[in-house]
Antibody, heavy 121, light 108 residues
């Protein structure tokens, strides 16, 4: 059974870079699928940030600014998110998730525990 | 870009009630539609994929229907553990995705 374990700081200063990592166990990222990040500002809904394929191909939400960077490490079986130049508006719970192929579409079937990242000095 | 809307944004219901939530896409997405449940403070959970297929382990009181632009999630008999927020998500533009704004189901 695949498990996703998130790590990273819960507090980031304005203008700095937010970095989160999602470690995967029970499944090898090299075997395929997409691996995504979703954020949820306090009291608001879910927003897809982007997804990365095990090959390294990345896809970002076109509605968001280009401050996000996704990367993957197949050797460490983990994938990561960086968000540069953060402001208070970036305060949110960030989730990592696996997009599973159900035969005719993709769905996020496994999720990390979520990380509340607060941007404050 | 495909935009997703949900109605209502919130509803109040009692245990045992039949609950229906609607999701609409701004253009046809065939049946590329998933539903998630998020209990407060927890990560979302996939309930239904491809508009009507029940994810493994999800109780049969949950069902989904629809195609094209209009979709529904139905809970046939609301249980105490079902009070949560429900999100639809389109996968038509994979590998990009869009979530709906959510529908909160709370206690009447």
């Amino acid at each position: 059974q695949v498990q996703l374990q998130q790590s990273g700081p819960g507090l980031v200063k304005p203008s700095e870079t937010l970095s989160l990592t999602c470690g995967v166990s029970g499944y090898s990222i090299s075997n395929g699928y997409y691996w995504g990040w979703i954020r949820q500002p306090p009291g608001k809904g879910l927003e897809w940030i982007g997804s990365i394929h095990h090959s390294g191909n990345t896809y970002y939400n076109p509605s968001l600014e280009s401050r996000f960077t996704l990367s993957v490490s197949t050797s460490k079986n983990q994938f990561s998110l960086k968000l540069s130049s953060v402001t208070a508006a970036d305060t949110a719970v960030f989730y990592c998730a696996r997009a599973l192929w159900f035969g005719n579409l993709w769905g996020f079937d496994s999720w990390g525990q979520g990380t509340l990242v607060t941007v404050s000095s | 870009d495909i935009e997703m809307t949900q109605s209502p944004s919130s509803l109040s219901a009692s245990v045992g009630d039949r609950v229906t939530i609607t999701c609409r896409a701004s253009q046809s997405i065939s049946r590329y539609l998933n539903w998630y449940q998020q209990i407060s403070g927890k990560a979302p959970k996939l309930l239904i994929y491809a508009a009507s297929s029940l994810q493994s382990g999800v109780p049969s009181r949950f069902s989904g229907s629809g195609s094209g632009t209009d979709f529904t999630l139905t809970i046939s008999s609301l249980q105490p553990e079902d009070f949560a927020t429900y999100y639809c998500q389109q996968s038509h533009t994979t590998p990009t995705f869009t979530f709906g704004p959510g529908t909160k189901v709370d206690v009447k």
